[in-house]
């Protein structure tokens, strides 16, 4: 399972979660691309595009776009209704969204402390005894 | 009636957890149901079951138990990513079958199936060796987090999106021996990944 697209080192990741994310694609053997495709989602009456959504990874064997998110969960309301957008314009595309708690988990996982730090104070998970 | 001790048994471990999400009863009935329809399915076929250390042991271990036909039982362990492992590259075999299995019927055993990286990574070493059969046997899915469809024979239980330990699953290496699955509470968590 060879890699070619993938290069975390020179790509120019918006967040240092993504470029942690890449790393564990890469050591997997999972190809990625980082922001490969923009969608539209509105245009305004001359056809100029008014509102666009880039997901940060694009997995091709998978054909699996994925969005990683950091906000809280109450902030992620305008997040989850591009996604909705997206699914309903383009339901041919497959898109997964890591919230910050998946990638917290993920982070515990894998023994990155100094991001799943960064991850904590969450409401995700919460104590229901 | 469970063979194993009451949670309030595991003292500390017990009092760490929110709440109990499946019960060791629970667990004990759906790994029965999962070794009957094995038996059933693989019978006359002497299928080597192999499974994943650490984690995967404890059901690994109640599952062929729970099995009554012949098989055979064999173990791997590969490098998980980690701050330690992750400039290595790809994952590294860290302890490989000891026999080969081209031409056996081979039935992959794992606790937990979340992204599916693991697994397919394994599935795919498994693959090249040529099997007469590969199917895969799953106690936990967290499909929501799957990054890599992994096609799942047999599996016991669908888990939510929660930090959750017991029955192998651990926290930085504890709470494997817990005999239920629980939710790690938030402050445990927290404290943990806090440095304190």
């Known amino acids: 399972m060879n890699n070619p697209q993938s290069q975390p080192d020179s790509t120019a990741f918006v967040h240092p979660i993504e470029a942690e994310f890449a790393r564990i694609l890469d050591y997997y053997g999972i190809q990625w691309e980082y922001e490969p495709h923009t969608f539209t989602l509105t245009t305004d009456d001359e056809g100029n595009v008014t509102e666009a959504f880039s997901p940060d990874f694009y997995l091709p064997q998978q054909d699996l776009y994925v969005e990683l998110t950091i906000m809280r969960p109450k902030l992620i309301t305008k997040k989850n209704r591009k996604i909705q957008r997206l699914q309903e314009l383009y339901p041919h595309i497959n898109i997964k969204l890591f919230k910050r708690s998946d990638l917290r988990d993920m982070m515990i996982k894998y023994g990155i402390d100094e991001q799943a730090a960064n991850l904590l104070g969450t409401d995700a998970q919460t104590n229901e005894s | ?164 330990v017991g029955y192998g699953l651990d926290f930085r290496e504890r709470y494997r021996n817990l005999p239920y699955v629980g939710i790690l509470k938030s402050e445990v968590l927290h404290a943990n990944n806090n440095g304190s």
């Open chain 2, 1 to 164: 009636m469970s063979h194993y001790y009451p949670p309030e048994k595991y003292g500390q471990l017990n009092d760490d957890v929110s709440r109990v999400l499946l019960s060791t009863e629970e667990i004990e009935q759906r790994v029965r149901e999962l070794g009957d329809q094995i038996s059933r399915d693989y019978v006359e076929l002497n299928p080597l079951l192999v499974g994943v250390l650490k984690g995967g042991m404890t059901f690994m271990a109640d599952l062929l138990r729970m099995i009554t036909i012949p098989i055979e039982v064999d173990f791997m362990a590969v490098s998980s990513y980690s701050r330690e492992t992750r400039d290595r590259g790809l994952v590294r075999m860290q302890k490989d079958l000891d026999e080969p299995i081209n031409g056996r019927h081979v039935l992959f055993i794992e606790h937990i199936i979340d992204t599916g990286l693991t697994l397919n990574y394994l599935l795919h070493n498994l693959k090249v060796r040529n099997p007469a059969s590969l199917k895969v046997c799953v106690l936990f899915d967290k499909s929501r987090r799957r990054l890599v469809d992994v096609p799942l024979a047999y599996k016991g239980f669908d888990l939510p999106d929660r930090f959750v």
